[in-house]
């Protein structure tokens, strides 16, 4: 008998499952109202997006934010994880997403500093660079002039 993983069972998936069937949410979400359509635009925020790997220093005017928590195999040791797929949107509505702990924490300090999109007089400009160098690269966001 192997000692094979499989990454798709055990309790990353049944936790998964739980949070469907049980309704809890495991998106989070700064646009508000709990209409139909207002959940409309948060699906589709977080199925037509742009992989902001690919948008590096384009200035986004930052007015609305989704989080997803997703399970990815960590490619060092081969365990099932969950981490933050930030995806950002801004003002005409087009959203941008990474998989990236710099983004998801500069997110937080946003937050942090500027209250919630809600509380803002206008979008946020900010643009995603990546710093670092070889195998320790990452993004993050910075404001935008």
Known sequence: MGTEIDAYAGSATENAVD??????ATVFSTI???????KMLVLEATTASFPLAEHLNKKIELANVVVQVIDMVNEDTGAVE???RSILIDKSGTAYHAISSGVFKSLENIFGILGQPSEWAAPVSVKCVRGGSGTRQYM??????
């Open 19 to 24: 949070k469907l069937a049980s309704g809890k």
């Open 32 to 38: 508000t109202g709990d209409d139909f359509e207002t």
């Open 82 to 84: 969950s981490v933050p």
């Open 140 to 145: 993050t966001l910075v404001p935008a002039k």
